[in-house]
């Protein structure tokens, strides 16, 4: 299949080099949509099912890969709703950039066993961290989940929990322009 034939993604945003979404250095991918709707969710903005910045697989890669991450992380919105797409970013990460690969999902990984296109996605996949966000279980360790009801699925032998001990729960960049973005796994609350 070629480029041109691989169908869009439909983007909230993505962060060059986070160092909180997961182990080293990595690419975060956040995906557009999510219909859980779970009380207190870090990244509301991503939820609606609007057409936000539609990049293909090729053109996330050429606008936003420094060749100095250890790899990708997928997040959203869910992934698991554009499951082709998905399965063409981490298959190319994987097998063209020989980077690691983690995905953030609502959906359990029982689920996600359960439909093709879903199982062809966990084979491009190194860890796993299923079930929807608890606010009654929010994370308050630096391990690298939002609460505690989510489960780590090691599906290669690549990383252990250990490797999911962040250095901070939020990370906050500055960019040159002013832009400021935050990413991590609770919100900033300014007193």
């Given at each position: 299949m070629g480029e041109n034939d691989?169908?869009?993604?439909n983007i909230h945003a993505v962060l060059s080099d986070s160092r909180v979404n997961g182990p080293g250095a990595r690419m975060v991918v956040f995906f557009q949509g999510c219909a859980r709707g779970c009380r207190g969710c870090f990244n509301p903005d991503t939820h609606p099912d609007e057409t936000r910045d539609l990049l293909t697989v090729d053109q996330i890669f050429q606008k936003y890969y420094s060749g100095t991450i250890e790899g990708i992380t997928v997040s959203g919105g869910e992934p698991f709703r554009q499951p082709e797409g998905l399965r063409n970013l981490l298959s190319a990460a994987r097998e063209v950039y020989g980077l690691t690969t983690v995905v953030y999902t609502g959906y359990l990984h029982e689920e996600l066993k359960g439909s093709p296109t879903a199982?062809?996605?966990?084979?491009?996949?190194?860890?796993?961290?299923?079930?929807?966000?608890?606010?009654?279980?929010?994370e308050e360790?630096?391990?690298?989940?939002?609460?505690?009801?989510?489960?780590?699925?090691?599906l290669t032998s690549r990383y252990t929990v250990d490797d999911f001990y962040m250095p901070g729960?939020?990370?906050?960049?500055?960019?040159?322009?002013?832009?400021?973005?935050?990413?991590?796994?609770s919100r900033i609350e300014v007193k």
């Amino acid at each position: 299949m070629g480029e041109n034939d691989r169908p869009a993604l439909n983007i909230h945003a993505v962060l060059s080099d986070s160092r909180v979404n997961g182990p080293g250095a990595r690419m975060v991918v956040f995906f557009q949509g999510c219909a859980r709707g779970c009380r207190g969710c870090f990244n509301p903005d991503t939820h609606p099912d609007e057409t936000r910045d539609l990049l293909t697989v090729d053109q996330i890669f050429q606008k936003y890969y420094s060749g100095t991450i250890e790899g990708i992380t997928v997040s959203g919105g869910e992934p698991f709703r554009q499951p082709e797409g998905l399965r063409n970013l981490l298959s190319a990460a994987r097998e063209v950039y020989g980077l690691t690969t983690v995905v953030y999902t609502g959906y359990l990984h029982e689920e996600l066993k359960g439909s093709p296109t879903a199982a062809e996605c966990l084979k491009f996949i190194d860890v796993l961290i299923d079930g929807p966000y608890d606010e009654e279980n929010k994370e308050e360790t630096l391990l690298a989940r939002g609460s505690t009801n989510q489960k780590f699925h090691f599906l290669t032998s690549r990383y252990t929990v250990d490797d999911f001990y962040m250095p901070g729960r939020v990370e906050v960049t500055i960019r040159k322009d002013g832009t400021v973005t935050e990413t991590g796994f609770s919100r900033i609350e300014v007193k």
